[in-house]
């Protein structure tokens, strides 16, 4: 299987490491729309903080990104899956893979990137500030660009194998699986008196562990129906309709 995960929003700055080195990430031949961008996000912080600010959808307590994403190239980088920090990766707590299991997600997962389109979770990245539904300028929006390269990556990563897509809407629109290639995507029901809703928090947190368990338990699906009975037998309540499944959860 190839899963695709969302980034997370907060990221956390490695402590040391090397520079960016485009060269040394997954999937080169993306590096030259990863160089524009680059380029753009750097200029852009380099100048007037406010402005920088506005454009990237920051808040008044957020000023550090600016001042981190205008020295990117020499900002540190670590593997892409421990500066990614958010409430999906905190569950699928990658600190604590044994060696099987990282070598598994270093084969397995992709996760897409505003500023990178997609990485590996061994690809050395820094931490950086950008989202998917930010227009740079000079460049337009950020899907814009990767739109007509991520289809192909995607299909690259997958070699024939199932897409399991539990990307967040804005970063899907980077990128969707072409339609020849199998694929399935997962929604998170929180149900609660009867009544099922979309939270977001257990969306994250749950996707998190089901990536995790089938990490673990080296579950390499072949049809999202197969995807399916191998949740069940994991515990979890699953529904599927057509290639999307819907996992039905109370609590974490």
Same mark, same amino acid.
């Given at each position: 299987?190839? #899963?695709?995960?969302?980034?997370?929003?907060?990221?956390?700055?490695? !402590?040391?490491?090397?520079?960016?080195?485009?060269?040394?990430?997954?999937?080169?031949?993306?590096?030259?729309?990863?160089?524009? /961008? /680059?380029?753009? =996000?750097?200029?852009?912080?380099?100048?007037?903080?406010?402005?920088?600010?506005?454009?990237?959808?920051?808040? !008044?307590?957020?000023?550090?990104?600016? !001042? &981190?994403?205008?020295?990117?190239?020499?900002?540190?980088?670590?593997?892409?899956?421990?500066?990614?920090?958010?409430? =999906? +990766?905190?569950? =699928?707590?990658?600190?604590? +893979?044994?060696?099987?299991?990282?070598?598994?997600?270093?084969?397995?997962?992709? #996760?897409?990137?505003?500023? +990178?389109?997609?990485?590996?979770?061994?690809?050395?990245?820094?931490?950086?500030?950008?989202?998917?539904?930010?227009?740079?300028?000079?460049?337009?929006?950020?899907?814009?660009?990767?739109?007509?390269?991520?289809?192909?990556? #995607?299909?690259?990563?997958?070699?024939?194998?199932? %897409?399991?897509?539990?990307?967040?809407?804005?970063?899907?629109?980077?990128?969707?699986?072409?339609?020849?290639?199998?694929?399935?995507?997962? &929604?998170?029901?929180?149900?609660?008196?009867?009544?099922?809703? %979309?939270?977001?928090? +257990?969306?994250?947190?749950?996707?998190?562990?089901? %990536?995790?368990?089938?990490?673990?338990?080296?579950?390499?699906?072949?049809?999202?129906?197969?995807? !399916?009975?191998?949740?069940?037998?994991?515990?979890?309540? %699953?529904?599927?309709?057509?290639?999307?499944?819907?996992?039905?959860?109370?609590?974490?």
């Amino acid at each position: 299987m190839l #899963i695709l995960l969302p980034p997370s929003e907060g990221k956390t700055r490695p !402590a040391d490491g090397a520079p960016l080195d485009l060269t040394a990430l997954s999937l080169p031949q993306l590096n030259r729309q990863r160089e524009q /961008l /680059l380029k753009a =996000l750097v200029r852009l912080c380099s100048g007037r903080e406010q402005r920088a600010m506005e454009v990237l959808g920051l808040g !008044a307590t957020q000023a550090e990104a600016v !001042a &981190r994403n205008s020295a990117l190239l020499e900002e540190p980088t670590a593997r892409a899956d421990t500066v990614y920090t958010g409430v =999906l +990766f905190e569950h =699928l707590d990658p600190a604590s +893979f044994t060696d099987d299991e990282r070598s598994r997600a270093d084969q397995t997962l992709a #996760i897409t990137s505003a500023l +990178f389109g997609l990485v590996r979770p061994g690809d050395p990245i820094p931490a950086y500030r950008l989202s998917a539904g930010v227009s740079l300028p000079r460049l337009g929006t950020v899907a814009s660009r990767w739109k007509p390269l991520l289809p192909t990556a #995607i299909e690259e990563l997958a070699d024939g194998h199932l %897409v399991v897509d539990l990307r967040s809407g804005g970063y899907v629109n980077l990128g969707k699986p072409p339609a020849g290639v199998t694929s399935a995507t997962m &929604r998170v029901l929180h149900e609660k008196d009867g009544k099922r809703s %979309v939270v977001s928090h +257990f969306n994250k947190a749950t996707k998190g562990r089901v %990536v995790r368990r089938l990490l673990s338990e080296d579950i390499d699906a072949k049809h999202p129906d197969d995807l !399916a009975d191998a949740l069940r037998d994991l515990g979890w309540t %699953v529904e599927l309709d057509g290639s999307r499944l819907d996992l039905v959860v109370a609590e974490l």
